[in-house]
């Protein structure tokens, strides 16, 4: 990884860059473009905010072999700026890790809820903490899922196939 941790991925290549991103492009099933239109054709685009780099190559690799394209911020405040800064409908999901230096993601999430008005984005909580206390926080603060740490590729797939067939207006 490049001094600042950034991977960007494109295809079955590897190349290091500056910037807080990860990104990788996947061919969209064609299917779902001749049932869906145009946002199908589309890959169904994930910004992963997590502060360890393993934790954010193995879900960038495990979502890249699910057709999904991903942007990885390291930290909650990479994540806000990102979405301040990113067109309406740029992600189809995010995957936020709680415990993170310079802005954990409750306080992220918060964020891109309260101040961004971003209600409409589905952000999911990724975390090793189970409590109870942890999970009514996350729905209190906005969250619209929560899963332990790793999470299983069968969860992932079904996670994805729901929030990708709610983009596409599929029942």
């Not at 999470?151 to 992932?156: D, T, W, Y």
Request: charged share 30%.
């Amino acid at each position: 990884a490049s001094s600042d941790g950034s991977v960007t991925t494109s295809g079955d290549e590897t190349t290091e860059t500056p910037g807080s991103r990860l990104t990788v492009l996947a061919e969209p099933a064609p299917e779902a473009v001749a049932k869906c239109g145009v946002k199908a054709s589309m890959p169904f685009s994930v910004l992963i905010v997590e502060d360890t780099d393993i934790c954010a190559r193995l879900l960038a690799m495990q979502l890249k072999k699910m057709k999904c394209s991903t942007q990885r911020a390291e930290n909650g405040q990479v994540a806000v700026d990102l979405l301040r800064d990113s067109m309406p409908g740029t992600f189809d999901m995010v995957l936020m890790d709680l415990r993170m230096p310079v802005m954990d993601g409750l306080e992220a999430t918060r964020l891109i809820r309260n101040e961004l008005k971003i209600n409409d984005l589905p952000i999911l909580a990724l975390t090793g903490e189970m409590s109870e206390d942890i999970r009514s926080e996350c729905k209190k603060i906005g969250f619209t899922g929560f899963f332990q740490k790793p999470l299983p590729k069968k969860k992932l797939q079904e996670v994805l196939a729901k929030y990708k067939a709610a983009r596409d207006g599929v029942e």
